[in-house]
């Protein structure tokens, strides 16, 4: 491997890029060690979008190509500066160099202006790779990720490791300044769930993967997004209905501790059972004998709810936060029996939680009782991992660094598979 040796131990710093979806993402990872790997994050930055998206209720995909081309250069700077390797250079690009950035860039003129600005201010950095996500995602997104990472191979001449997305959300949990999850028993089983996926993977080793089961339709955190939407509360759903979730819970619990102190047995929800507006949502394909998933059946079922409400109680905070805890448990319900059921008839020893919705405190407190009693270790990483981020994508290309590329075979490829 192209690394440096420092001592006895094999040190190794990678610089990863992602632009998937709507965040800006570039981070630089080091890695330590051969046989057992240790991963550190230098330095993560993240630049979210949401503000611009926002008033849209969901991702343009143009806008945030043209976000990411704007932004990747300043998150690249940070992310060197942070890391501690942005150091000055008074030498400037020769012409054989700016003609290649010219080619890699011939659409993307801005990012080329900032780009050879960046390369004529500072010098080569001490990494030892470049990779970048290269699906599956939007793929204007992905392109602007992916013509930076070219760049910077070509310019400073460092191999270049195209790697999946969603491969990197199960990667995610290999950082270890928080993971004590450094030796995963396998067979594991990997529960992918973010805005755009909703997978159940059978990991037999690090490498080796089959996908059990996915959605049919809309993923998980799409349908929390398009709750959001529907309820006119804002983007990204999955975070706000969380928070609204909670608050119904606080409040009903309280109630419920009244309601249920005479039977103090009795679950905590059939003291909640005269609630103000009913709503009981569908759990889709729960009860099916297969690990398929479909949620947009859900968001209708929220639609048509919202339809029949009059609209006092439509905008009315109690009837948005009801709604937002059924959505809520709804989606937890079937992600929980699924992954449970996997795990069982794959004799799962590890489950393993990955993407967006996964960061949802609720959802990771119902896994880890659903699990409790259970042979299994559930795994998953602190919540900002769980979300995008480059430092995922930096410890996945460690495991691919063989499998390193020439900048003119990388392609975005928006609907890869893992
Ligand atoms: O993995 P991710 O950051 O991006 C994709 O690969 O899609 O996932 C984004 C999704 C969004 O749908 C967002 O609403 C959801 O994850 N999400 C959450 C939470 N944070 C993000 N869903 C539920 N609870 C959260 N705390
Ligand atoms: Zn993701």
Redesign the pocket.
Known sequence: MGARKNGKITIMKILAIET??DDTCVAIIEVSGDKNPCFRVLSNVISSQVEIHKKWGGVYPSLAKREHQNNLVPVLKEALDRAKILEKSKSVLNKKKTGVLEKILEREKFLLKKLIKFFNSYKKPIIDAITVTIGPGLEPCLWAGINLAKSLSVSWKLPLIPVN?IEA?IFANWIEVFGKNKNVKFPAICLVA???HTQLILMKKIKSYEILGETRDDAA??C??KTARILGIGY????II?VKAEKFKTQHQSEARCWTSSAPKQSFWCGASNLKFQIKLPRPMLNQKNYDFSFSGLKTAVLYDFKKRSTKIRRSKSYIQEMCFEIQQAVIDVLIKKTKQAAKDYKAKTIILG???T??KELRKQFAKAFLDESFELVFPEPSFS??NAAMIGITAYFHFSEAKNWKEIAANANQRI
């Not at 990204?236 to 975070?239: D, F, S, T």
């Open positions: 998937s979806c997305h959300h973010s805005g755009g955190g799409e929390l997004d990204p759903g999955g975070p969380a993407g967006g919705v960061a949802n979300t995008d």
